[in-house]
């Protein structure tokens, strides 16, 4: 069954992980099996990310930046792509949440095109997270996974 692996960071009001979860339902509607991994909990490692097949990445707006996990999450790519290790290139779809802002979108866009393949629209959310957001990562979720089969 095809994998995907989705990492997020979520730490002030949870609405990363609610889109993150509204991403997993659609993927898992679409056959895939689907990993949640909150980089705010965890630091994913090496071999979970090699084992999956396309991965999700979503992000807070911090400071009109990625939040800090999601920053070494890239700085350890690109140290393992340095590395040898096949990392480049796996599908991903893309999100976020933001306050009054939003500039992350460009900065979470930078830095996926180094190593992804982006699938469909990066979704993005103000706060609170509504309807139509949900909405939109679901199907989000179902093109990745149907991108895979
Ligand atoms: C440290 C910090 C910095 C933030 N900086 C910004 C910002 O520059 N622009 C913005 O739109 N929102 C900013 N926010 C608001 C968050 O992006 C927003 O509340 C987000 O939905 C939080 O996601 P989470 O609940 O998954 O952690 C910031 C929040 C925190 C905690």
Known sequence: MAKILVIYHSQQFGNT??????????????????????TNE??????EFIDA????????DYF????GTIK???????QWDQAGEPVKGKP???FYSHGTGGKVREVLEQFANRFFEQV????????????????????????????IK
């Open 92 to 94: 991903a779809a893309l």
């Open 72 to 78: 070494t999450f890239f700085d350890d790519i690109y």
């Open 120 to 147: 469909g629209e990066m979704v993005g959310s103000g706060r609170p997270i509504g309807d139509d957001a949900r909405k939109r990562c679901t199907a989000l979720g179902r093109e990745l996974a149907r991108k």
């Open 42 to 47: 965890h630091r994913v490692t090496l071999q």
């Open 17 to 38: 992980r609610i889109l993150a979860e509204a991403l997993a339902e659609g993927a898992r509607e679409d056959g895939a099996e689907v990993v949640l991994i909150n």
């Open 64 to 67: 009109s930046y990625v939040a």
């Open 53 to 60: 097949d396309a991965v999700a990445l979503g992000t807070p």
